[in-house]
């Protein structure tokens, strides 16, 4: 898994197909043949990564829409960012 920090900069990665299949957004990497379905939550951390976003600023935009304990955020955010980066679903820049 990626070491994902707060200060990181995470994108999508323009080679990542997505599309909607009964109601769960599904991704799929076109180098490594692989997908990734993505419930709700997830997919509204897709949208917001159309454009390079660092992820304290992503974990301060979900805890403010969510109304969640930003510790309990910044934990998950990080858990999904290092799925997808693994997969190559996202670039990190440090």
Known sequence: MSDITGEAT???????????????????????????????VASDIW???ASPMRVEAL??????DYDGDIQVIRQDVVELLSKLASRELIEVQA
């Open 47 to 49: 949208e917001r990564l």
């Open 10 to 40: 995470v994108i999508r990665n323009a080679s990542v197909l997505a599309a909607e299949i009964g109601g769960e957004l599904v991704l799929m990497s076109v180098s490594q043949w692989h997908y990734f379905g993505l419930n709700s």
């Open 59 to 64: 974990c301060e935009s979900l805890a403010a």
